[in-house]
């Protein structure tokens, strides 16, 4: 089942903006990673916030955790053409195995 | 080697045949992971394993059978596939499956299977 609920659905942006995507979620959970995927390609993982931490930072990366709205939202910084690509957050927590599930993603196209 | 590998890239098969998806890690990983996405779709668990024990089967139908050889090979065996199963399989690997929560994932670049 699907954990985590992404929003937008679909970005698109011009080149030097800031992007901002955002992820909602069901159950607590013990950590909350967020993922790249470009088209038919494997998941890279970017960045993982524990439910302890409320902001990190990588690179043009900031990520933000409110466990008390259960969100998290990834802003990506001064984009650029390659940052295109599919986005995914993921969440523990909803299983018993407390695998990983992934949200909906959010379609980022970046206009050179 | 931050590597995991899969092969093949592209696959497409029938009906009828049998056929094998293969996975390969050399990090030393205890964990590792099927993974199936359909197009503009998130990944959906299939099957985990731990330290080459299944752990975890989502009931995902027994046409797909996975098998852990090693600690660095992990299989999907396909068999009487239908055209709905058509797909990327994804394969994934971790250090191990924590008690305190997931760690990263590193993912393989898949397997695109068409099923005619």
């Known amino acids: 089942s699907q954990q985590g609920e992404e929003d937008p659905q679909a970005l698109s942006i011009q080149e030097g903006e800031n992007a901002t995507m955002n992820c909602s979620y069901k159950t607590s959970i013990n950590n909350l990673q967020w993922y790249r995927q470009n088209s038919g390609r494997g998941l890279v993982h970017l960045i993982l916030i524990r439910s302890n931490e409320r902001e990190k930072h990588s690179g043009r990366l900031r990520v933000t955790l409110d466990t008390s709205k259960k969100s998290s939202s990834l802003l990506i910084t001064a984009s650029r053409a390659a940052d295109t690509a599919s986005y995914f957050c993921?969440?523990?927590?909803?299983?018993?195995?407390?695998?990983?599930?992934f949200g909906g993603g959010t379609r980022l196209m970046v206009k050179p | 080697d931050t590597e995991v590998t899969q092969t093949p890239k592209h696959l497409v098969m029938g009906m009828t045949n049998k056929k094998s998806l293969k996975c390969e890690q050399h990090m030393g990983h205890r964990a590792m992971y099927w993974y199936k996405q359909k197009a503009k779709k998130p990944p959906e668990l299939m099957f985990v394993?731990?330290?080459?024990?299944?752990?975890i089967n989502e009931s995902v139908p027994s046409r797909f059978s996975p098998e852990c050889p090693n600690s660095s090979l992990l299989n999907l065996h396909l068999h009487a596939l239908q055209p709905e199963d058509s797909a990327l399989y994804l394969c994934?690997?971790?250090?191990?499956?924590?008690?305190?929560?997931?760690?990263?994932?590193?993912f393989g670049s898949g397997t695109q299977l068409s099923v005619l």
């Open positions: 394993y731990s330290y080459e024990k299944l752990s």
């Open positions: 994934a690997s971790s250090q191990e499956l924590g008690g305190g929560g997931m760690e990263k994932l590193f």
């Open positions: 993921a969440t523990d927590g909803n299983n018993a195995g407390n695998m990983l599930t």
